[in-house]
């Protein structure tokens, strides 16, 4: 399991991570074995306004207090034969995208309760993460559908999931979910995207399209 260093990016918490580790369920969760990577998402606002929603809407702390993802590799059944029929490389695995998320009342929209439009955000992006790993130049969104399961009250952390359970041409099909500190399922979601062949313009800076491209050819490597 790897961390991200720490960042100057624009937060309320200081330390997410650190954050996250000093409550138990959530320390459970990130100390599983499963648990390849946790990332502090870049918060910094961009000029361009790209994912101004995320990087700032939900960035204070009346909204998103604090969040981090990580990445789960939890093989599924099957083996090759069974990651064969759902379109999975061995080499590029569905992981499960995981997002914890400190929320504040900020997102309610009846009294104490989170407004229902603040899942599908967060399930978008969490499903919408699983998604781009699969794609080398990204993927759009065709589809989402969440079920509401039972309300959540704010002030709360809860953890969000998202993975691809199949991979057919250019169209990727994701579950997702929302769950309270107990493992109570909020929310249940199912999705579909779609693969693109071209830049999408999912990176702003010269940079961030330099770190896109190293990947990419990381991954090629990879086959060979």
């Not at 996250?20 to 990130?30: A, E, Q, V």
């Amino acid at each position: 399991m790897s961390s991200n260093p720490k960042s100057q990016f624009s937060r309320p918490v200081a330390d997410p991570i650190a954050h996250f580790h000093s409550i138990p369920w959530c320390h459970t969760h990130l100390s599983q074995k499963s648990v390849l990577q946790i990332i502090v998402p870049d918060r910094t606002p961009l000029a361009s306004t790209e994912s101004a929603m995320v990087r700032e809407t939900f960035n204070t702390p009346s909204t998103v207090n604090a969040c981090v993802t990580f990445f789960n590799y939890k093989p599924q059944p099957g083996g090759e034969k069974g990651m064969e029929e759902r379109g999975e490389d061995k080499k590029n695995p569905f992981l499960e995208i995981c997002a914890l998320l400190d929320v504040g009342s900020g997102v309610n929209g009846y009294a104490k309760t989170a407004h229902g439009g603040f899942y599908g955000v967060v399930l978008d992006e969490v499903m919408g993460t699983a998604a781009n790993l699969q794609a080398a130049q990204g993927a759009f969104t065709a589809s989402l559908k969440v079920d509401f399961k039972r309300p959540l009250y704010t002030p709360s952390v809860v953890l969000a999931r998202g993975q691809v359970i199949k991979k057919e041409g250019k169209k990727l099909s994701l579950k997702g979910s929302f769950e309270d500190k107990d493992g109570n399922i909020l929310a249940t979601s199912e999705g579909t995207w779609i693969m693109v062949n071209r830049d999408i313009g999912r990176w702003t800076t010269e940079e961030q399209k330099e770190k896109d491209r190293k990947r990419r050819e990381e991954r090629e490597k990879a086959k060979l």
